[in-house]
């Protein structure tokens, strides 16, 4: 049986890259200084790729700002009281590194 597998593209970011991120949003690095990090962050995630020959490789999605997006609700349902919006961000990632670090998701979930 033939076995298919497709590249979506986003790789975890490296520590370094998320600590630049932080230091640029609190104004401790130039978005020029974060352009190098994220360069070599890119470099990193292609030679990656290439050194477990992916026939198609993609930059990581290192340079995305974020990959949660979210739904708005519309105004008559902010009126409800029995609606109340939780955020799954970090439920999600934490879900995605016990996933890259090979380790079970179970203990997310007691």
Known sequence: MASRADVVGSLLRPDYLREARKAAREGRLSVAELHTVEDRAVREAIALQESAGLDVITDGELRRGSWVVTIPLREEAKAVDKIKVLSIAGLLAATI??????????????
């Open 97 to 110: 590194e016990s996933i890259h670090m090979e380790t079970s998701v179970s203990s997310l979930f007691n």
